[in-house]
């Protein structure tokens, strides 16, 4: 068996032994998981929570509150695309302000939207 094959079996068994233990990015958007905590950590903390707790919540927009982000259908899980949470943050229109949330980000939105918005990470053994 070729050295490089050998190295490749390792690196794969390795990558699946941390697969649901990995907190932080970078994250593979082709082969991982995203859940709320990600989201929240990369996107909503540094880009939006300022303007919209509980206490700020400009254009009536909690975004700590997932459940009300969905009855208020800011987002539709399964549907980025009708979600105008997303859109907005596609298009550069939310955060307002010069700092825009960075392409990568924005694809790890889309994703987890498209995933139904999964509030845990997966159990051992189940896929995303
Ligand atoms: C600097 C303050 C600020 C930040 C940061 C910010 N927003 Fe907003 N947002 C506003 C204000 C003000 C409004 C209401 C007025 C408006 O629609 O422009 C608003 C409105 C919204 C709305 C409702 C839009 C509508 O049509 O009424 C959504 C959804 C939203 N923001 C999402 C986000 C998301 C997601 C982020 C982070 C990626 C974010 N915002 C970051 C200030 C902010």
Same mark, same amino acid.
Not at 106 to 113: A, D, G, H, T
């Given at each position: 068996?070729?050295? #490089?094959?050998?190295?490749?079996?390792?690196?794969?068994?390795? &990558? &699946?032994?941390?697969?649901?233990?990995?907190?932080?990015?970078?994250? =593979?958007?082709?082969?991982?998981?995203?859940?709320?905590?990600?989201? &929240?950590? @990369?996107?909503?903390?540094?880009?939006?929570? %300022?303007?919209?707790?509980?206490?700020?919540?400009?254009?009536?927009?909690?975004?700590? #509150?997932? %459940?009300?982000?969905?009855? #208020?259908?800011?987002?539709?899980?399964?549907?980025?695309?009708? &979600? %105008?949470?997303?859109?907005?943050?596609? =298009?550069?229109?939310?955060?307002?302000?010069?700092?825009?949330? +960075? *392409?990568?980000?924005?694809?790890?939105?889309?994703?987890?939207? @498209?995933?139904?918005? +999964?509030?845990?990470? +997966? *159990?051992?053994? %189940?896929? +995303?």
């Amino acid at each position: 068996m070729g050295r #490089n094959l050998l190295m490749g079996m390792l690196a794969f068994v390795l &990558s &699946s032994c941390n697969y649901h233990e990995r907190i932080g990015p970078p994250l =593979d958007l082709g082969t991982e998981g995203i859940w709320y905590k990600t989201i &929240s950590e @990369e996107i909503f903390g540094p880009h939006c929570v %300022q303007c919209h707790n509980a206490e700020k919540a400009k254009g009536g927009v909690v975004i700590t #509150n997932v %459940q009300e982000l969905i009855d #208020n259908s800011w987002i539709v899980p399964g549907d980025p695309d009708n &979600s %105008q949470l997303y859109t907005l943050v596609k =298009d550069g229109d939310m955060p307002l302000g010069p700092t825009k949330v +960075p *392409a990568e980000q924005v694809e790890m939105l889309r994703k987890w939207i @498209e995933n139904g918005m +999964p509030m845990t990470a +997966p *159990a051992k053994g %189940q896929t +995303p």
